[in-house]
């Protein structure tokens, strides 16, 4: 396509989901869950042809030279298309929450006053490499009664059209419109211009992917952004603190999985149980091939033969890879600043047996999750019974955290009355 093309184009998926949100504004909860199972039906009878297209992406990637860890979240495996088909049906066994009104009271006036959860009309979203996002948009986007143009990397294209064929054929079966989902078919990047600058057909824009991606977005974009940027996650070991739990939880954390963005880059350990915890931990990444990037006293500790010394900017680092960082604090006041400072303020845990810590590191810690006792790698839409989720947003405003089916809705004031006058 050529600029001019591309623009048409777009112009006119925006006018389709525009009037497709209308339809899916209407529609009743039942008929949107209908779609969401048929949709769930749909992905497990197809899992040889999903996996086919995906196979076509995976081997360019490979010969392109993408990263392993980049290739890693291409992969549609028959367990991520079963769990992006149980999503869809947790979805639609949850209570439909559009048009609930909250907050409704009387006042003086005698005017009853309170707020309506609605849909947002249109969101646009961008998004790199998994294309398991295609379902996790289109099915939160069905179940809250938006419409979506979907837009993931070139890398997965082939992946991304199976799926988006399958969610049409879903929406149509439940009698509501194909359009109310679609996926732009070009991988020309002026489509990505163009969708973020379409205020008249879309009320926000989701991107997911690299820092530099969000941040050109959240720049150029001409419609408001909810941002997920880097996932700079933590675990902070605290003195008292149970140490089988603490090696346990900080191997999953870190090494259940290298590439999201929940995986933890950073380990901070309180001086005091830092001699005992230091050494069993690096016993397990170093049979993992995890690199440890520490500061002087953990080197000190595990062994300079057996580290690489951190620098400055392996505090701030997402490695999306067998690399962390690894520092010994004073204790609880240090690990908060340093968290604070250097974190991304998307997920960060404390293990430990002192309540008050507990409670000190839930309400001091500036992140979207903030967990005790347990591993990072929960920060997810579907662990948390979310059903999905659009993305991990970093934002504070609107919608912070995995962002569900209320993270895509609004709310409007809706006042009833009986002929009251103001004076």
């Known amino acids: 396509m050529n600029a001019l093309n591309v623009a048409e184009y777009m112009q006119t998926l925006g006018l389709q989901a525009r009037q497709a949100s209308a339809a899916m504004a209407r529609a009743e909860a039942a008929t949107r869950n209908q779609a969401l199972r048929a949709l769930a039906a749909l992905l497990r009878a197809s899992t040889a042809d999903l996996q086919a297209a995906n196979a076509r992406d995976i081997d ?28 869809c049906e947790q979805l639609a066994a949850m209570a439909d929450v559009i048009g609930d009104i909250v907050g409704m009271r009387q006042q003086p006036s005698g005017i009853r006053v309170g707020q309506m959860r609605v849909p947002i009309g249109v969101f646009g979203m961008i998004y790199e490499s998994r294309p398991n996002v295609t379902i996790e948009a289109a099915s939160l986007s069905i179940k809250s009664g938006n ?51 379409m ?12 820092k530099g991606l969000i941040e050109r977005i959240s720049r150029d974009a001409k419609v408001p ?156 839409g579907f662990e948390y019974g979310l059903g999905a989720e659009i993305g991990i947003s970093t934002d504070k405003f609107h919608a912070r955290g995995p962002v569900g089916i209320e993270g895509l809705t609004s709310l409007k004031w809706v006042v009833l009355g009986n002929g009251e006058l103001r004076s």
């Not at 205020?199 to 690299?210: M, Q």
Request: glycine fraction near 6%; charge should be negative.
């Open 199 to 210: 205020p008249a057909f879309v009320d926000v824009i989701i991107p997911r992917g690299g």
């Open 60 to 87: 360019r990637a490979v010969a392109a030279g993408l990263a392993a860890p980049m290739v890693d979240r291409l992969k549609l495996t028959p367990k991520v298309i079963e769990t992006v088909a149980q999503g």
């Open 225 to 380: 952004v909810i941002k997920h940027l880097d996932g700079n996650c933590h675990v902070y070991v605290d003195a008292p603190c149970d140490l089988e739990m603490a090696v346990k939880v900080t191997d999953n954390a870190k090494t259940q999985k290298y590439s999201p963005c929940n995986a933890i880059e950073g380990l901070l350990v309180a001086r005091a149980v830092a001699p005992q915890f230091l050494p069993r931990i690096a016993a397990v990444f170093e049979a993992k091939g995890v690199e440890m990037r520490c500061d002087a006293d953990a080197r000190t500790i595990i062994g300079e033969a057996r580290t690489r010394a951190a620098t400055e900017q392996d505090w701030s680092e997402e490695y999306l890879a067998p690399i962390i960082s690894i520092k010994v604090v004073a204790g609880l006041d240090e690990a908060i600043a340093h968290i604070n400072h250097y974190g991304s303020h998307h997920t960060d845990a404390i293990l430990t047996r002192d309540h008050m810590h507990a409670q000190r590191f839930l309400r001091e810690v500036d992140s979207a999750s903030v967990m005790v006792n347990t591993s990072p790698r929960f920060a997810d």
């Open 147 to 197: 419409a979506c143009i979907l837009r993931g990397g070139s890398e997965a294209i082939d992946s991304n059209k199976a799926l988006a064929q399958l969610v049409r054929q879903a929406l149509a079966s439940a009698g509501l419109p194909a359009e109310a989902v679609q996926l732009v078919q070009t991988t020309d990047r002026e489509a990505v211009g163009q969708l973020i600058a």
